[in-house]
């Protein structure tokens, strides 16, 4: 069974504090690997997409890399406003439906 | 990316009432995903809508109780049917950006229901 697990569940940093967040997957072939930002009584807003292991993106103080089983998001020097849900979700070969991880909450104190 | 409009954004029913929420994109999209998050949890896929098919449900939602309408390439209606208190969720229009089966998806900004 196709499955996306993120862990951890929660992560309190300090302001300034870099820390990893992990998405790891289990599927029959992997089409795409994206991960999303969402806050409070939002939807999700997409940050990456990763199609490739050894791939990364970067977008501020934001990267992702990917690799044959899991994939991470780096945060470095993190800021209060980056306190969000980030989602992990990959789409299977083959298919067209994109499957959610639980997501990891991110809370950053000033 | 395209942007997508999503209402009611709330609503709070009776329990065994009906509902439908309305999904307008402001660009055609092929395919639109309807999913419903629960309180504190992720996100879990409902069904695709195809314009000109019918829906294609997930495992554990059947179209009498969450029917679909897809009429064109930028519209969509979910109906939550004969709701309970376990309906209480909120519910997710999203629309996958470009012309073909892979890529991101972009999401409207829900509608939470509470069932009383």
């Known amino acids: 069974e196709d499955q996306v697990t993120q862990s951890p569940e929660a992560l309190r940093l300090q302001e300034g504090e870099s820390s990893s967040l992990n998405c790891s997957y289990t599927?029959?072939?992997?089409?795409?690997l994206f991960w999303y930002r969402q806050d409070p009584g939002k939807g999700p807003e997409f940050l990456f997409t990763?199609?490739?292991a050894g791939e990364e993106k970067e977008k501020e103080r934001l990267k992702a890399t990917l690799t044959k089983k899991e994939s991470f998001l780096h945060i470095t020097a993190p800021k209060p406003e980056d306190s969000a849900t980030y989602l992990c979700?990959?789409?299977?070969?083959?298919?067209?439906?994109?499957?959610f991880g639980a997501g990891t909450r991110l809370f950053v104190k000033a | 990316s395209a942007v997508i409009s999503q209402k009611p954004s709330r609503d709070i029913c009776q329990r065994g009432t009906s509902l439908t929420i309305q999904c307008q994109v402001d660009?055609?999209?092929?395919?639109m995903f309807w999913y419903r998050q629960q309180p504190g949890q992720s996100l879990t896929l409902i069904a695709t809508?195809?314009?000109?098919?019918?829906?294609?449900?997930e495992s554990g939602f059947v179209i009498d109780k969450f029917p679909i309408s897809r009429p064109n390439l930028t519209f969509s209606t979910l109906t939550v049917s004969n709701m309970s208190p376990e309906d209480s969720s909120i519910y997710l229009c999203?629309?996958?950006?470009?012309?073909?089966?892979?890529?991101?998806?972009?999401f409207g900004e829900g509608s939470r229901l509470t069932v009383l």
């Open positions: 990763l199609y490739s």
């Open positions: 660009s055609q999209v092929t395919m």
């Open positions: 809508a195809n314009q000109g098919s019918e829906a294609t449900y």
């Open positions: 599927v029959s072939g992997l089409r795409g």
């Open positions: 979700a990959v789409q299977v070969a083959g298919g067209f439906k994109t499957i």
């Open positions: 999203s629309g996958r950006s470009g012309t073909g089966n892979t890529g991101e998806l972009f």
